[in-house]
T-cell receptor, first 114, second 115 residues
Framework: AQSVSQHNHHVILSEAASLELGCNYSYGGTVNLFWYVQYPGQHLQLLLKYFSGDPLVKGIKGFEAEFIKSKFSFNLRKPSVQWSDTAEYFCAVRGLNTGNQFYFGTGTSLTVIP | DTGVSQDPRHKITKRGQNVTFRCDPISEHNRLYWYRQTLGQGPEFLTYFQNEAQLEKSRLLSDRFSAERPKGSFSTLEIQRTEQGDSAMYLC?????????????FGPGTRLTVL
């Protein structure tokens, strides 16, 4: 079965600091990769996605992620975080040959201190 | 609001009771998913519909759980004889196939508390 690992469970940063959240998955075939964000009191929203092509994908609010196939990784980055980025971040993967199940990581809670 | 909606948003029930949740997907989306999320965890896949057909079910979906999507639009998730371990957030998502792939849009969830 597929699995997704998010190494950082809780991250605390000051505003303007750079962010990198790790995501590794276990699946040997072709994948679709996603980062979702859940702001306090709100539902899950898509930050960015990778389906194919350029492994560096850009999403909303200045976020980007890089797919490194050899490392089975899809790390999320932002050069300068803001207080409003305080949220829970989830990495998700869908293996294209394993049906339509999406597998989510356990999430990373980000707190940005003003 | 044209997003995914779920009803109710909160449900408190006593152990042993049956509960039913409803999900209304984005109108043009033919794919619908149910997930369960517990504290400190990511969403766990429960089941998937394409139109009215239930095509995939997780092993997490015990025989006390049943989901339907009778007309290929809204869906219901029923839990019979609820147990305290069923307490969780139940999420619904919908999607449609695009040239790029399959992106899911999530609803706000139904929080179930079993006393």
């Amino acid at each position: 079965a597929q699995s997704v690992s998010q190494h950082n469970h809780h991250v605390i940063l000051s505003e303007a600091a750079s962010l990198e959240l790790g995501c590794n998955y276990s699946y040997g075939g072709t994948v679709n990769l996603f980062w979702y964000v859940q702001y306090p009191g709100q539902h899950l929203q898509l930050l960015l996605k990778y389906f194919s092509g350029d492994p560096l994908v850009k999403g909303i609010k200045g976020f980007e992620a890089e797919f490194i196939k050899s490392k089975f990784s899809f790390n999320l980055r932002k050069p300068s975080v803001q207080w409003s980025d305080t949220a829970e971040y989830f990495c998700a993967v869908r293996g294209l040959n394993t049906g339509n199940q999406f597998y989510f990581g356990t999430g990373t809670s980000l707190t940005v201190i003003p | 609001d044209t997003g995914v909606s779920q009803d109710p948003r909160h449900k408190i029930t006593k152990r042993g009771q049956n509960v039913t949740f409803r999900c209304d997907p984005i109108s043009e989306h033919n794919r619908l998913y149910w997930y369960r999320q517990t504290l400190g965890q990511g969403p766990e896949f429960l089941t998937y519909f394409q139109n009215e057909a239930q095509l995939e079910k997780s092993r997490l979906l015990s025989d006390r759980f049943s989901a339907e999507r009778p007309k290929g639009s809204f869906s219901t998730l029923e839990i019979q004889r609820t147990e305290q371990g069923d307490s969780a957030m139940y999420l619904c998502a919908s999607s449609t196939r695009t040239a790029e792939g399959n992106e899911q849009f999530f609803g706000p969830g139904t929080r179930l508390t079993v006393l």
